[in-house]
């Protein structure tokens, strides 16, 4: 009964081998190439088979496939350096924004204990009507500071969601590339053992 399934792991590994050898000169598929990491995942986890909970996965697709997150990755890093440079920028400007309002504030107090009538080049103006116009500009820079703080906020949401989706992302490859590298060390051990007890008998 052994002899028997030495030989038939004997063939299987013969046809796995074969396999190998014939599917190695083939070019990357598509999904490999232009697919995104999750049609990648998801091609690797069709197209590949398990044997005793191992998967055995083509030496250039796990390659081309490591290669393809790492690039991610860096997309993704670089998307966060951006994201982070807008929300500086987006800090300053509010920043200036915020000595602006209070710049136009005092103005307007000292213009408001001033006399009825204001002189501007030259011309008398009713307190009234300058005061109208100033806060008119004092609502356009609120709305301003507003909509910038609202876009700094969201700007932030981002970075922290992308920074979490990098995490995550990290985390799986790692956790991936173990197993994989796992399974490459299990069916090199398990192949040698087959040949050493192929050599004893």
Known sequence: MNELRYKCVLILAAMIMVAIKVTGQETLPDELTKGSIS????????????????RAIREDMFQKVSMNFTDSLSGAKNKITGLNNLAS????????????????RRSL????????????????????????VMWIIVAGL?????????????????????????????????AYRQSTRIAREKMSMDHFNELK???GT
């Open 109 to 132: 107090g000292d213009i408001t204990a001033t006399k009825n009538s204001i002189s501007v080049l030259g011309m008398e103006i009713n307190k009234s009507t300058y005061n109208t």
């Open 39 to 54: 049609e990648q995942i998801n091609f690797i986890n069709e197209r590949t088979r398990i044997y005793e909970n191992f």
């Open 197 to 199: 007890k192929l050599k």
């Open 89 to 104: 920028a987006l800090n300053h400007s509010n920043d200036s924004l915020k000595e602006v309002l209070e710049t136009t």
């Open 142 to 174: 609120v709305t301003i500071l507003a909509i910038g703080f609202l876009a700094f906020k969201r700007n932030m949401i981002v970075n922290i969601r992308t920074a979490k989706e990098l995490k995550e992302l990290k985390e799986e490859f790692d």
